[in-house]
Each structure stands twice: as structure tokens, then as C-alpha cells.
């Protein structure tokens, strides 16, 4: 395809701004980790239990939009979807940061769960669905890059509001703090502003041209498509949603996803969303807070080393965008599991021998350098662009809620797992998981750059076709 055919410029505002979906996913998810401490002497909240809960109490939410976002986009299409998830946030923002009670707090980050789920899942799938192929993965790794930049927003904005907390200071001084009576509500509210800036944005973005076609509604898709290309580049790919549309006219029910050559590629997206969940990132996160302290960081600039992982993630994610359509994304996913289980067994073994300061922040800083250059892009490529066109958006839904499942099921079990393996038994364990999922991508993972979500589908289609005859095409390189 000529360059000549495509308009990049346009393309790129509306990647960029359904890609803020993934930015207000990154700012939501944690900017509440700085405001912790804060809500916690506010809402006097001491135990354990309703700690975990005020935290992870996003994650049903997050289930749920995940759960509805795929009959959203089959009924509504990808914007408007989109749109109610930008409503969301902003209603999440405005309720946390008003909250007077536990519970309305819990309700608002909920409500704000749901809002990721959404964004999670349509993000990406509609960057896939308006992006020409060879530049495919580089668009839906935006995504990526976007929930990065969400992530570090939340960590500066965190820092920038806080005032430094005196150690030893009591619960009630705390209180008393601008911290306690009005910075934690700051954190939560300045979500709002993104979030608003985003909901105007989506006015001016297209519905996507596979949905509208899918739909009945060719003349709009086609109208759609000369926006982003020729007049020859919207016939052609007209024509490739058409043939692949024409093979099931059916109403699309969670039953198709079972189908035989559906039904491995579901299973695929599933155990790579989950496999992003517990490929062992977590737990470089859960442990931050102590090894900055092992390296002797003093406790007032934790905040400070917290913001140095998130620059290390936004500047690989920004090192992966050409390397997803360059390299491929299966290469970059064995690199990545295979990466992260040797700095696994390196930090486990540190910890084993009782090796700590500045030898394991290292390796860590490695772990999230390989893990934001890797796995945290590629999974969303992956999941926008292997599933056939008339279940995407219901596939798009299960693998973004498998992978939220695993999120939810990781942040309750690990205090647990911690508790009874110690730190080097963790590591271990998620470098013996990153093995296995090594093993899994090389079986099973197929490569995608540079090939149309049409031919993609043919392609997937012939390898899982179960009748006799069909064509069994080799694992591509």
C-alpha cells in the first residue's frame, strides 16, 4: 500500500483520542495509591480487610464494564460506548473527591471501575479497527503509551499536591494535615479534567468503519473510510470486511465464540490477558515501597522513586511503538517472557542471599523496562486484532474480562502468597509462570504485523477449521 493512499494526520487525532481511554485507565487506577494514606486517616479506616477493599473495590467495576463491553459494542457500536465510559470517569472523580462517607467513596471508585472496564476493552479494539495494517500495532501500542502517561500523571500529580509528612506523624495529625482535610479529594478530583477533555473529543471521532459495516450502514463506512484513504483504499477494504461478513449473517451469541475455529482463538486472547496479569509486574509494584528503602532512599522520597519507575515505563513503551510493527509482536512477546523469568530467579536469588540495595533495584527497574517494551503493549495488540470481525467485540469483551479476573484474583491472593513463600519463593513462582507463558506463546501465539484483520481472520480460520481437508497452515515466524 502506497502511503500516498492514506491520511496520516487523521488517522492519528482520532487513534490519539480514543487512545485517552487508556490515559484516564492508567490516571484512575493510580492515582489513588498517593491519596491512600490520606482517605485512610480520614475514613479512620485501621483494618486490613477495608483497606483491601477501598483499593481493589475499582476491580468489580472493572470486571463488570469488562462483562458489558462487548455487548455494548455489538449494540451501540465503539463510540458511544466509549463515550458513557468518559461520563463515568468524570462521575468517579467528582463522587471520590466529594465523598463524605466510606461507602459513597467505594461506590464512586466502582462507578470508575466500570469506566476502565470499558475503555479497556474499546480502546484498543476501535484503534484496530481504523488503523491500515502495516501500521497496525504501532496505533493500538498508542494505547499503551497513553495508559503509561495516565499512570505517570497520577504519580506527579500525587507528588505535586501532597506536602511532606513528618515520620512518626499519628493518625491524627494526619487528619489534621492539608493532606487528611483536602489533598486526597485534589488527587482524586483533578481526574476530572482529562476526563471531561476526553468526552469533548469524542464528538468529532468516526464510529468504526468494520461496526458500521457489520450494522448494515456500507455508505457511512465507506464515508468513513475515504477520511482515512483513497477512494481505491475504502473499496478495497470494504470489500475485505464484505467477504468476511458474508460467511456468518447470524445474529452473534456468546455460543459463536465456541465455535471450532473460534474457539482457539478466544482461549489464546484469554490466557495472554491473563498471563499480562500475572507475569509478576505486580509484584515489582507491591514491593517498591521496600526496596527503594533496602537501596536507601529516605522514606520522604518515595513518592520521587515511585515517579522514576513510571518515567523507565513511559520511556520503553515509547522504544516499543516502532518495534511492534518492525519486530512482531510474537518475537517481542518471547522476549519479554523470557526476559522476565531470568530477572525473576536473579532477584530471588538476590533476596535468597540476602543481596539488597541497589542490585535489586536495578533488576527491578529492568523487569518494568522489559515489561513496558513488551508484554504491556503487545497483550493489547494481540487481543484488538485476533479475533474474526463478527465476534470481535464479544471476544474483545472476554479477554479484556479474563484479564481482569486475574488482576482482582492477584491483588487478593498475594499478601497470602507473600506470607507464605517470602519475597525469593514469590519471584520464583512468577519466574516459573513467565516460563510457562514462554512455552505458550512459542506453541501457540501466531505472528500478525503487517497483515489486514481480514486476511487475519482467513488465515486463523484455516488453521482451526476442523473439517476435513482444510488448509493447516504452518505457525508463521
Not at 458513557?84 to 462507578?111: E, P
Not at 475485505?240 to 475455529?261: C, G, H, N
Not at 522513586?305 to 515509547?318: E, H, K, M, R
Request: net charge positive; glycine share 10%.
Amino acid at each position: 500500500m502506497h502511503n500516498t493512499e492514506l491520511k496520516m494526520g487523521y488517522i492519528w487525532t482520532i487513534c490519539l483520542v480514543a487512545a485517552c481511554g487508556g490515559l484516564l485507565f492508567g490516571y484512575d487506577w493510580v492515582v489513588i495509591g498517593g491519596a491512600k494514606p490520606f482517605y485512610e486517616a480520614w475514613f479512620n479506616i485501621t483494618d486490613p480487610a477495608q483497606s483491601g477493599w477501598a483499593m481493589s473495590s475499582a476491580l468489580v467495576g472493572c470486571v463488570f464494564g469488562a462483562l458489558i463491553s462487548g455487548w455494548c459494542a455489538d449494540r451501540f457500536g465503539r463510540r458511544l460506548p466509549l463515550i458513557l465510559s468518559a461520563i463515568l470517569f468524570t462521575l468517579s472523580a467528582l463522587g471520590t473527591a466529594l465523598a463524605n462517607s466510606f461507602d459513597i467513596f467505594v461506590l464512586y471508585r466502582i462507578v470508575g471501575g466500570i469506566g476502565i472496564g470499558l475503555a479497556s476493552a474499546l480502546s484498543p479494539l476501535y484503534i484496530a479497527e481504523v488503523s491500515p495494517a502495516e501500521k497496525r500495532g504501532r496505533f493500538v501500542a498508542v494505547n499503551q503509551l497513553t495508559i503509561v502517561i495516565g499512570v505517570l500523571a497520577a504519580q506527579l500529580i500525587n507528588l505535586l499536591i501532597a506536602e511532606p509528612v513528618a515520620p512518626g506523624a499519628t493518625q491524627q495529625t494526619i487528619i489534621e494535615s492539608w493532606n487528611g482535610q483536602m489533598g486526597w479529594r485534589w488527587m482524586f478530583g483533578s481526574g476530572m479534567v482529562p476526563a471531561l477533555a476526553f468526552l469533548l473529543l469524542l464528538f468529532v471521532v468516526p464510529e468504526s468503519p468494520r461496526w458500521l459495516m457489520k450494522v448494515g450502514k456500507e455508505a457511512r463506512a465507506r464515508q468513513m473510510l475515504e477520511r482515512i484513504g483513497s477512494p481505491e483504499y475504502a473499496a478495497r477494504t470494504i470489500n475485505d470486511i464484505a467477504r468476511t461478513l458474508a460467511k456468518d449473517e447470524q445474529k452473534v451469541a456468546f455460543s459463536t465464540l465456541l465455535q471450532p475455529q473460534v474457539k482457539p482463538v478466544v482461549i489464546i486472547g484469554m490466557v495472554l490477558a491473563v498471563f499480562q496479569q500475572w507475569c509478576g509486574i505486580n509484584v515489582i509494584f507491591n514491593y517498591a515501597q521496600e526496596i527503594f528503602a533496602s537501596a536507601g532512599f529516605d522514606i520522604n522520597d518515595t513518592l520521587k522513586s515511585i515517579v522514576a519507575t513510571g518515567i523507565i515505563n513511559l520511556v520503553f513503551t515509547i522504544a516499543a511503538l516502532p518495534l511492534v510493527d518492525k519486530l512482531g509482536r510474537r518475537r517481542l512477546m518471547l522476549l519479554g517472557a523470557g526476559g522476565l523469568t531470568l530477572i525473576y530467579i536473579l532477584i530471588a536469588g538476590a533476596y535468597g542471599m540476602g543481596l539488597m540495595g541497589w542490585p535489586v533495584l536495578l533488576l527491578v527497574l529492568a523487569a518494568i523496562a522489559v515489561y513496558a517494551l513488551t508484554l504491556a503493549p503487545v497483550t493489547w495488540v494481540l487481543l484488538s486484532e485476533i479475533f474474526p470481525n463478527r465476534v470481535r467485540g464479544l471476544a474483545m469483551s472476554l479477554g479484556t474480562l479474563a484479564l481482569w479476573v486475574a488482576c482482582f484474583l492477584l491483588t487478593y491472593t498475594f499478601p497470602l502468597l507473600n506470607a507464605s513463600l517470602g519475597a525469593a519463593g514469590s519471584f520464583l513462582l512468577y519466574g516459573i509462570i513467565c516460563a510457562a507463558g514462554w512455552l505458550f506463546i512459542q506453541r501457540s501465539v501466531p505472528e500478525t504485523k503487517g497483515v489486514t484483520l481480514e486476511a487475519l481472520e482467513e488465515q486463523l480460520a484455516a488453521r482451526y477449521q476442523s473439517v476435513p481437508g482444510a488448509a493447516q497452515p504452518g505457525r508463521e515466524r
